[in-house]
């Protein structure tokens, strides 16, 4: 019985994809970012942050997908807590975390589709300009 479990085991251990550490570095251009004011009148706990944006290779020349989620705000005037999905050509990535007001923010790689199936890492977050229009994206596939 034991031997079976083993073999079973080490059966859906090959079925399962392999994938190579990978770094991607995009741009999300934050066109249509919407701030909901659900909790107390201004900046509260409950507020929703939605978008649905595109996503550019690392020189912001060329279209490589889009991203779309949302963000509650959890801590007034410092963090929201994010979840969103990075669409590419070739699979999706999902990605959950606190989104800064200032400064970078960090998110922790949930999973993927096609290509990125059994995805995990990080992604970092860092504003192009002070305004966030944009954002480098940098994403550390394990």
């Not at 399962?16 to 570095?25: R, S, T």
């Not at 410092?78 to 989104?99: H, N, R, Y």
Request: proline share 3%; charged share 20%; glycine share 10%.
């Amino acid at each position: 019985m034991k031997r079976h479990c083993l073999i079973a085991i080490a059966l859906g251990t090959l079925a399962m994809p392999a994938m190579a550490a990978q770094k991607l570095q995009l741009v999300e251009r934050a066109l249509t970012d919407v701030t909901t004011d659900l909790g107390a009148k201004g900046d509260s706990v409950g507020d929703l942050l939605t978008f649905a944006n595109p996503v550019f290779d690392a020189q912001n020349t060329h279209q490589l997908g889009t991203d779309q989620g949302y963000c509650v705000r959890v801590n007034p005037g410092k963090s929201w807590e994010c979840i969103w999905t990075l669409t590419l050509k070739d699979g999706l990535i999902t990605i959950e975390g606190p989104f800064a007001d200032v400064g970078d923010s960090l998110f922790v790689v949930t999973g993927g589709t096609g290509k990125y199936a059994g995805a995990k890492g990080s992604l970092k977050l860092h504003a192009r300009d002070a305004k966030a229009t944009a954002y480098d994206f940098t994403y550390d596939l394990l």
